[in-house]
Structures are given as C-alpha cells and as structure tokens.
C-alpha cells in the first residue's frame, strides 16, 4: 500500500485508495479508459508507463491500487474472474513435483481448478480439515509448497485460524494463501495475519451488485506481486477497464453494506435457530460454532453468509430453495439483494462424491441488505 493511505482508516481507504482526480480534466472518479494501445513519446517515450492493456490500463491501475490498500498489502493484480486469478497465482507458484493442501470445506471451482485442471499437471493436493491444525500439519510433506485456506469457508462457514496456519506454512517453507472472498477485507485482513497472498472473487462483495465477474490477488511482498504481475501479463486474464472500473465503484460502500449483511445475518440466525423445521444453523456468529472464538478474534463482524440444515432431507431442502420469493434462487453470493441455494445440486455440484461433498439437506442464504423484516417474512413462508 502506498505511505500516502496507511494512516487512513478502511472506509476512507476504500473510497479514495486508487481514486486520484484524472490529471487531464479533475474528475473525481477516474474514467473508463476504454483502450488497447497508448501512442509514445517517441520509441520507447511511454506516458506514465503505459503501452498496451493487457500490460497496464489506468482504471485497472486504479483498482490494484485499491485492492493493495484494503488487503494492507504491497500488491494488488485484478482478473477477469476469481478463477483466474488462481489459475495465474497456482501457475506462477507451483511446479511438476510440487504438493499443496487444500481445505476439505472450499469453493467448488477452486476445488474442480486443483482436481481437474492443476494436478494434470503433475501437481498433486491432500485434502485437509484446516480449522484443525494438526490436521494441517499431518497433510504436509517434503514436496509441500503451497496451503490453501478459504475462511469462512463455502458452503459449511468453517473457520481457520489463519494466525496459527500461517505458524504452520512459515515451518514447512510453504506460502499460505488466504481466499478472503467470504469475509472481504472489511471484515478480516489475513495478510495482517500472516498470509503470502489474498485471493477474491470481486464477483461477490467487493463488487457487491451482482453486476460484474472479476478476481484478484493482493500480495504482502513487493517481489512475489511483480512476479505475479509479470504472470498476469504473460497468461493474459486481465480484467478489462469496464469490469475494473465498476468494482472499484462498488468497493466504496463496501464498509456500510458489510455492516447491514451482518446485521441482517444475525437476525435471520436468531429466528432460524429457533425455527422447528431447521436441524442447524451452521454461522460463526453463533456461540456454538467450533470456530466462534476464532472468528471472534479474527473478524470484524461474522458476515451475510448463513447455511443450515432442514429436516426431511434433500427433497424438504430443494423445496424450501424453490419456494423462497424474496430471496432470489442463484448461484453467486455477496450482492445488495438476498439469494437462496441448494449447495449439493447447484454450486457444489462439482465437488459429489469427493471429500469435499457436502450435506443435502443443506441450504445456503447470502443475506443482502433489504430490509430484515421483509427477508424473515420470506423466509419463514418458504419453511413453511
Ligand atoms: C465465487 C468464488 C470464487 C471464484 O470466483 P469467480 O469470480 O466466480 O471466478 C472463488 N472463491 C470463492 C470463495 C467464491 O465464492
């Protein structure tokens, strides 16, 4: 981040980080710069070090400055989508021979991209439960180069104590990446934690409007973020000046609508728990979840995303999804409006059958920021 925001506190960061007036004509926000190439002083005479976008466009600039102040890092990239930032960032990090752990509770593309795509590759991965740190500790070996940490975690809202992981990665000599796409930085800082790098998909809440698909990476070491700039370059899954420019608009309320979902969450937790259909309510919010104190700790607030249980299995499940009005049934998570899903049949769908399967009775809510009341009556007609 630059000396010029460090002293500035989150929600001031996120609307002025990156957001300097356009030098040409003072606007405040800066413009779409809708361009591929950039005319030059001469050979060589580039204008503020800029030739051709899928190197370096401005309002993409403006969004990695952005992103690096959030995250308390040295480095932000923005991709074309969460998936592609960790495609670059599994690329540039890792070689034939090379071991990764990954977390038994993650996205379902994040898994399919290490199953499917990584390991053809001659990379290979152990699946381990990192709210449990022997856990993490047991799925090392010598070949160990990389563990991967989602927190809270999707769909399950595990939690890993990033603090103790990052412990862990230091002793093996591996890097810890942090996927912090649940919680956003508003809510926790994991590079402040320990964490090499933070990944998101600026899909959910830092765009926040269910308007755009973009990724990034936020790296706390100057080096490694030009070695993943240099990636960013070279495999090309930029984000373009359009997407950059409409997630750097949606970040600055980030502040206000992290604090509204998490207002909201709470409320529907407190009525789901005592709601005689729902068998659990899986929130780290609440004093019985295993990771509470963690999360307590290393959260700010405990977010918009809640899963729980029904009783009558996959079908009562399903049903509760299709009846819902409200809230809207969608894959995706993190936008203004609220979405329901069925996590087995619908975003997980990937993962049947692995370790990573998760419960069918299972129902997830991204709570948005309408008004609460509005979200209980809908939800209390769709349990019926
Ligand atoms: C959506 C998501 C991703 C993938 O991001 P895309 O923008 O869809 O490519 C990665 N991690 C988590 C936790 C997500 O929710």
């Not at 795509?117 to 993490?136: K, L, M, N, P, Y």
């Not at 992981?165 to 590079?191: C, E, M």
């Not at 937790?269 to 104190?293: A, D, F, N």
């Not at 399903?318 to 819902?324: D, Q």
Request: glycine fraction near 10%.
């Amino acid at each position: 981040m630059s000396d010029q925001h460090s002293h500035q506190n989150f929600e001031t960061r996120a609307i002025h980080a990156g957001n300097t007036a356009d030098p040409l004509t003072g606007a405040v926000v800066p413009p779409i710069y809708q361009v591929s190439t950039y005319k030059q002083d001469g050979v060589g005479g580039l204008r503020g070090g800029y030739e051709y976008s899928r190197s370096a466009n401005p309002t993409r600039t403006a969004l990695e400055e952005n992103l690096a102040a959030l995250e308390g890092g040295r480095r932000g990239l923005a991709f074309a989508s969460g998936l592609a930032a960790e495609d670059c960032l599994l690329r540039t990090l890792l070689v034939p021979g090379d071991h990764v752990v990954i977390p038994n509770d993650a996205y379902g593309g994040t898994f399919r991209l290490f199953a499917k795509v990584v390991q053809r590759w001659g990379v290979d991965f152990s699946v381990a439960d990192t709210s449990d740190i022997e856990s993490v500790r047991g799925a090392l070996n010598e070949r160990t180069k990389l563990i991967w940490v989602e927190t809270p975690s999707n769909p399950l809202l595990g939690i890993t104590d990033i603090e103790a992981v990052a412990g862990v990665a230091r002793q093996a000599g591996a890097k810890l990446v942090v996927d912090n796409t649940f919680a956003s930085p508003y809510l926790q800082q994991p590079l402040a934690l320990g964490a090499d790098v933070v990944v998101h998909s600026l899909t959910k809440y830092m765009g926040g409007h269910s308007d755009v698909v973009g990724g990034a990476l936020v790296t706390a070491d100057a080096e490694l973020g030009e070695e993943l700039a240099y990636h960013q370059n070279a495999m090309g899954a930029v984000a373009g000046p359009f997407d950059s420019w409409i997630v750097l608009r949606g970040i600055k309320t980030l502040a206000v609508r992290m604090d509204r979902h998490s207002e909201n969450a709470a409320k529907i937790v407190e009525m789901l728990t005592q709601h005689p259909k729902v068998t659990q309510v899986l929130y780290p919010g609440l004093p019985e979840h295993p990771g509470h104190e963690i999360a307590a700790k290393q959260m700010r607030n405990f977010g918009g995303m809640i899963s729980f249980r029904v009783e009558g299995g996959e079908e009562a499940a399903v049903e509760v999804c299709n009846r819902a009005k409200l809230f809207t049934l969608g894959e995706s998570l993190g936008g203004v409006e609220s979405l329901i899903e069925h996590p087995g049949r619908m975003t997980h769908a990937s993962v049947a059958g692995s370790a990573l399967e998760v419960p069918a009775d299972l129902v997830r809510l991204s709570v948005g920021i309408e008004n609460v009341d509005d979200l209980l009556a809908d939800l209390r007609e769709a349990l019926g």
